[in-house]
Every structure is written in structure tokens, then in C-alpha cells.
């Protein structure tokens, strides 16, 4: 009963894949921020994370909402495109938090 659940939302793993980074990003970089840790590099996300961490959160989540949202219902159509677009994303996206969160260190 739950798999048929998780297959209605999650039509592939390859998008749990890509929205289970992002959520990874968006709780780490909140809680990392909070503790001084780090700075956001990001200029989109970096005026809204030094004005709150949980204004960065509320934007943060409404993005992963809204992608989760256009990738679900798009992939009632064309899974395969989905499928593939969730996996460049997730390689696209764990790249770029690597390399920005090194690039971070080096400050």
C-alpha cells in the first residue's frame, strides 16, 4: 500500500533523487548559516538567508514544492524526459553544492 503511494507521487526515483538532495541542501545550509558556519554564495538565495534562516527555508521549500509539482504531473506524459532531467539535475545540483561549498571554505 505504501509502495503504490510513494509510485503515484514519485513516479521515479530518479526525481525522490533529486528533490532528497535539495532538501539535504536546504536544511544544511540553513543550519550551517545559523551556526556561522558558512555564507551562502548563492545571490539569489544570500539576501533572503541573511534576513532569516527560515525565510531562506520558506523560499527554499516553495522551489522544491513548485519543481516536485511541474516533474510529477509532466511525467504522467513523458517519464523518460523526466527520468533523465531528474538525473542531469541531481548530477547538476550535487556538483555545484560541492564545488560552492569548497569555494565557500577557501574564504
Known sequence: MMNAFWQKFFPTRALTLLL?????????????????QIVELNPIMRPLIETSEWLFVFVKGLTLIAAWYVM???????LPFIRKACLAGSVAYASIWVIWFIAGSMH
Open 20 to 36: 532528497a538532495i535539495g532538501l539535504i541542501d536546504l536544511i544544511s545550509t540553513a543550519v550551517l548559516h545559523a551556526q556561522g
Open 72 to 78: 510529477y504531473k509532466y511525467s504522467k506524459e513523458h
